[in-house]
């Protein structure tokens, strides 16, 4: 009913792809993030917030036609049903389950497990066959606690009073959920955010995500001490030009799963590296294999060998899918 073609996960029976990593005729996206959702699609169905997160990124003619999934709507596609359902990663982000002759199969897209207030929490769905991204897929990865990251941004802030503290974060998802971290843990002074962020920021807010007081980083030389002890969130990329060397005594900090790597945090010139994932790490993969209990085990984009041997182990048979295009913008 699935199978990887160089396009992405195709159904020939439903006539669809899941995530297609070029433009095809139909597209059923998980979330967002560019790895995932591209323009150029003839027929996008995804949730509503996915579809508009799309227009934002790429332009109202991102597709020709799109239609919007509610979470558990039960959906024809070609003779095949479909649902999507939270999968936690992002707003708006879904894992998608095809379902034809009693088979079903549920493509996980990028999840998380923990919590956040900033998307709805993932939904374990009983299936035949699990698609489970792998992006943390080794034992090594062990994710700590967010409130305890951010707990050292601000104790940095305390011990360095006069450094703008520069947080690195992408734009969909992560950005604004370490906002909102940053505002649980307390933080009630403005936040100022790169202008890429803006948009994205605006429209998590008209969906109902406190984030605070947020202002426009922008700088002159009639402003130098407004920056002093403030925190400024932007893209990574903005980080390593001009823009970020404006602000006094910049402090780079930087959140990201990948920051238990310590060779990334040094090649990144991170100076404050922030350990937050919106995926999965390995304890949450085997946890989510185990609860949802499938006969079939398919692992995609990332550490894949790991995990299918642990499930071979188990005694679940596994096998990995090498999609490729998937990298880890929402890490």
């Known amino acids: 009913m699935l199978h990887p073609t160089p396009a992405g996960l195709f159904c020939p029976v439903g006539g669809f792809y899941i995530d297609p990593?070029?433009?095809?005729?139909?597209?059923?996206?998980?979330?967002?993030?560019?790895?995932?959702?591209?323009?150029?699609?003839?027929?996008?169905?995804?949730?509503?917030?996915?579809?508009?997160?799309?227009?934002?990124?790429?332009?109202?003619?991102?597709?020709?036609?799109?239609q919007a999934a509610e979470f558990g709507e039960i959906l024809d596609v070609g003779g095949v049903t479909v649902s999507f359902h939270p999968a936690g990663h992002v707003l708006g982000s879904a894992q998608i389950a095809v379902e034809k002759d009693g088979l079903r199969i549920v493509a996980s897209g990028d999840y998380k497990r923990g919590t956040d207030p900033t998307c709805a929490s993932f939904e374990p769905v009983k299936c035949d066959v699990f698609i489970t991204e792998a992006t943390f897929g080794l034992p090594v990865f062990h994710h700590p606690e967010p409130r305890g990251e951010i707990a050292k941004l601000l104790r940095s802030i305390e011990q360095f009073p006069d450094r703008t503290h520069l947080v690195?974060?992408?734009?969909?998802?992560?950005?604004?959920?370490?906002?909102?971290?940053?505002?649980?843990?307390?933080?009630?002074?403005?936040?100022?955010?790169?202008?890429?962020?803006?948009?994205?920021?605006?429209?998590?807010?008209?969906?109902?995500?406190?984030?605070?007081?947020?202002?426009?980083?922008?700088?002159?030389?009639?402003?130098?001490?407004?920056?002093?002890?403030?925190?400024?969130?932007?893209?990574?990329?903005?980080?390593?030009?001009?823009?970020?060397?404006?602000?006094?005594?910049?402090?780079i900090s930087f959140a990201s799963g990948w920051m238990m790597v310590r060779q990334r945090a040094k090649q990144g010139g991170v100076e404050l590296p922030l350990v937050i994932s919106d995926h999965c790490d390995w304890p949450e993969l085997l946890e989510t294999i185990k609860e949802i209990a499938p006969?079939?085990?398919?692992?995609?984009?990332?550490?894949?060998?790991?995990?299918?041997?642990?499930?071979?182990?188990?005694g679940i048979p596994a096998k990995p899918l090498h999609l490729v295009g998937y990298e880890d913008e929402g890490d």
Request: charged share 25%.
């Open 21 to 66: 990593v070029r433009p095809v005729e139909r597209a059923l996206i998980t979330h967002g993030h560019s790895d995932h959702a591209r323009a150029g699609h003839r027929h996008v169905l995804a949730t509503r917030q996915t579809l508009d997160i799309m227009r934002i990124r790429y332009g109202e003619d991102c597709c020709e036609s799109e």
């Open 168 to 251: 690195g974060a992408y734009s969909l998802g992560k950005a604004q959920r370490v906002i909102r971290l940053i505002r649980d843990c307390g933080w009630e002074e403005p936040i100022y955010i790169h202008g890429a962020l803006a948009k994205l920021c605006d429209y998590y807010v008209g969906q109902g995500i406190e984030l605070g007081d947020l202002r426009p980083a922008t700088i002159d030389k009639s402003t130098p001490d407004l920056f002093k002890g403030a925190i400024v969130v932007g893209p990574p990329s903005a980080f390593q030009d001009r823009w970020a060397r404006r602000f006094n005594e910049p402090l």
């Open 295 to 314: 006969s079939e085990v398919w692992v995609t984009h990332g550490r894949e060998e790991a995990l299918v041997r642990w499930c071979e182990l188990q």
